[in-house]
């Protein structure tokens, strides 16, 4: 099964986090807005954004790159975490 691979972007620190999966885009939103809650004051979450990287085949391990692209930002996912609409 291929999942989506992503990692959160620190804008300040110019450098991308470890990365995790996610069956989806919307998963992946919801397990950063998770981060968000969970990090309190340990991330600079205002300077954060969130990307796809790749894939992850967990059949057979391989990892594929994509295009990196932007899903959301630190607001669109707090927007998340008080219940607000996602687009």
């Known amino acids: 099964m291929n999942v989506g691979l992503y990692s959160y972007f620190d804008r300040k620190a110019h450098c991308y ?3 995790f999966t996610a069956v989806n885009n919307d998963v992946a939103v919801r397990q950063f807005a998770g981060l968000i809650k969970d990090a309190g004051g340990r991330l600079a979450i205002l300077d954060t954004e969130l990307y796809k990287v790749g ?16 899903i959301c930002d ?14």
């Open 74 to 87: 630190y607001y669109a996912a707090s927007e998340l975490l008080k219940g607000g609409a996602q687009e």
């Open 17 to 19: 986090g470890a990365p």
């Open 55 to 70: 894939e992850f085949n967990g059949d057979n391990g391989i990892v594929t790159p994509c295009q990196t692209e932007f």
